[in-house]
C-alpha cells in the first residue's frame, strides 16, 4: 500500500486525524446503520458485566466505548485509548452530555505499547483497529497482555465474505461507493479508499483466528456478521497455572 512517502503509523494517525470530524456519520453511511447492532454484539462477545474494568483499543470516537461503558455502568469504568487527538476530541465531544461519561476515561496511547501493567482489565475490544496497526501481531500481543488470565480480547472489523455475488457487489461497493461518499460528505476521497485498501489487505477471519492463537490466546473463534463482510474475532487469556498444578 502507498503510504504517501511517510510511516505507516504516521499517514494512519494524519488520515483518522483529518476524518474525524465527519467518521461517525461516514460509519452509518457505510454500515447501512448497522454499525450500532454490531458493536453491540462485540459487547456481549467481550462479557462486560456492571463493575467491571473495561479497556477499547483503537476507541477513535467513543462509539464502541461508550457501547462496554452502558454495559458496565453504574459502578464500572472503560478506558478508550487512541492516538489521533482529534478522534480523541471527537469522542469527547460525543461523550460530554451523555449519563455514562463518568464511566469513561479516555487516553491518548498507543496501541503497540499500551501504557498499562500486566493482567489489568477485565475485557479488551478493538473496532476496526487491528488492519491500521504496522505490527498485528505486537498489537494482539500488547491486549493479551493487560486482560486479566480468564479474560476476553476481542476484535471487530471488515472480514472477507465468501457469498458469491454478495462479494462482488460488497467490494463494487466498498471500492467504489464509500470513497465516492467520503468525497461527497467528508471531502476525503483518498482517505476513504485507505479504508479499502487497508480491508481489502487485512487478514481474513481465519487467518486471524490463526495469529489470536500464535499471540498465545485460547479458545479463539470468530463470529461472522453481513455474510462475512464484518466479522468478530476473539479469544480468552489463559488462566495461570496454579501451584498445585505445576507440582504435578
Ligand atoms: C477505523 S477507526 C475505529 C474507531 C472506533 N474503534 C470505532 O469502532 O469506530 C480506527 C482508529 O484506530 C486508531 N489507531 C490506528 N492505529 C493506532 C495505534 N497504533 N495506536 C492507537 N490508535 C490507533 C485511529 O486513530 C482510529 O481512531
Redesign the pocket.
Known sequence: MDFAGKEK?EY??DT??SI?GK??LM?TLMSLGM?KYW?RKVVKIAQAKPGMTML??????????GELARAVAPSGEVTG????EE?LNKAQENLNDSPIKENIKLLP????RLPFKDNSFDGVT????LR???DLHQ?IREMQRVVKPGCMVVS?DMGKTFVPVFKQLYWLYFKRVVPLLGRIWAARRIEYHY?YESASEFKSQTELVRIFQECGLDNCNYLNLACGAVAIVYGQKKQRRSVNNLST
Not at 56 to 65: A, R
Not at 81 to 84: I, L
Open positions: 503509523s494512519v494517525k483518522f486525524n474525524a467518521y461517525d460509519n454499525d458493536r477499547d483499543v483503537c476507541c477513535g470516537t467513543g462509539m464502541l466505548t485509548v487512541d492516538f489521533s478522534m496511547g498507543n496501541a503497540l478493538v473496532g476496526w483497529g491500521n496497526l504496522p498489537g471487530i479504508l
